[in-house]
DNA sequence: CAGTGGTCTAGACCACCGG
DNA sequence: CGGTGGTCTAGACCACTGC
């Protein structure tokens, strides 16, 4: 195995969800249609039962399916969305199970005083220093969101000499954060964009945006990152799984 | 084993996450801390460790816990509050948390055919009955939100003769419902609303809404209730809390 | 009843973390 | 490097579903 292949090595779980995903999305499992019985996967993958367990779990908390004791796997109604809602994720992961390539490109990424900003989710010193990101995301070289972040630099330090455009914000978080990554808190809104949003997604400003922000939090309370995303919905749809 | 132990009996996995839980709340395992790994939960529990990380998984789910590969298990900081949309309750339930009176006006409520409508979220035979409701959400007396819901009559008998200018539709769902509801499925978009949507609202058409599609089902994967619903972000927000 | 998923065991090897 | 969790195997028995 050479260097290349290692780093591009998915685990056999999530080769499986990917292919039964495909294999849902080509029609070939229609929707209420029950999936082939974990034995029948194991044979069909050539894994062992966990190994097909792992990956119809990852499936059920995607919403894709639902697995029903004693009956079977069923591919559930609606189409496949990302849920993007339910658990502190960022974007990129969210969006990254689609079938479409996903691809982000960096506006903007410079360290500011917090003098700087206007908006803030938290009392800050004028002169702390944020990381301020500003990026355009891309479905299949389509436009679909604009994303514009802030970070408490003196809570991540080192994060600005991350690569943007490849590292997703929030794996970078994880790894520079000095403490744990642990909720968040995120509203909606459906907004008309400004010039610049509009120009960024190459849409008109009288096309209506889905408008979220998002604070982040270190389990110690503190507000380690907040953020603005303009989405457009005729692209990207955000989904969230509910129990009771 | 007698007959009532036998259904007393819960699943190791469970004890153990229930033993844990137990643990952490008494200040055992204080917020921060970390959990013994786990081999050593292995042997305290008498378990193999399949049945450990199952039990884990739950408390990683709950959001108590938060496991980091090759660090270990820790303690998470106090929850934050139930958030709004990360569990299945009804809008009115949602909005409840504001200060401001919230009110319901009934445009239509009525039994057509499921032929008599075009977008389900399940197959449906023409003929089945459907109880479909119309209705218009005031905070203060501003008109909010248009919420459009069908149920499917016979999965939620007599749920027709239900006051819904007074009563939510998940508290009648609950009551009439011939299966418990577990689940459901919301997804959000920014929409510009028709003409009829837009005058309800005192809006023009030119102003965005959030527009909520949900699905709800019963446990045994049954769509029971499907909705459309637009909201004025001027006035509502939908806002929700997450964790890792 | 046969077939399904849910639980559980007892191993193995690997990737990641920190000192 | 040793210790941690992540993945994976190859079995076993049980609870639930539907015929």
Do not use: C
């Not at 996967?41 to 097909?52: E, N």
């Not at 919403?63 to 994720?89: D, F, M, N």
């Not at 922000?213 to 603005?228: A, F, K, M, R």
């Amino acid at each position: 195995m050479t260097e290349t292949d290692r780093h591009l090595m998915l685990p056999i779980h999530e080769q499986i969800s990917e292919a039964l995903r495909t294999r849902i999305r080509s029609g070939d499992l229609p929707v209420g249609s029950r999936l082939p019985t974990e034995t029948a996967l194991m044979s069909q993958f050539g894994v062992a039962r966990g190994t097909v367990r792992r990956a119809l779990r990852t499936l059920n908390e995607q919403g894709i399916v639902q697995t029903l004791q004693g009956k079977g796997t069923y591919v559930r109604s609606g189409r496949p969305e990302p849920s993007i809602a339910q658990t502190l994720v960022g974007l990129s992961e969210s969006l990254s199970y689609s079938e479409k390539s996903l691809t982000t490109t960096v506006l903007q990424q410079q360290i500011i005083p917090a003098s700087g900003i206007s908006r803030f989710p938290t009392p800050l010193e004028p002169a702390e220093q944020l990381l301020s990101l500003d990026r355009i995301r891309f479905l299949d070289g389509v436009p679909v969101a604009r994303l514009k972040n802030w970070v408490r630099l003196q809570l991540a330090p080192g994060i600005d000499r991350t690569d943007f455009a490849t590292t997703a914000l929030f794996t970078a978080l994880d790894s520079a954060a000095t403490g744990q990554v642990s909720s968040g808190r995120r509203t909606f809104e459906a907004v008309l964009p400004g010039g610049d949003i509009a120009q960024s997604l190459g849409i008109s400003t009288t096309t209506p945006l889905l408008f979220l922000t998002q604070v982040t939090y270190l389990d110690d309370g503190t507000v380690i990152e907040w953020s603005d995303v303009w989405m457009d919905s005729h692209h990207v749809t955000v989904a969230m799984n509910l129990t009771r």
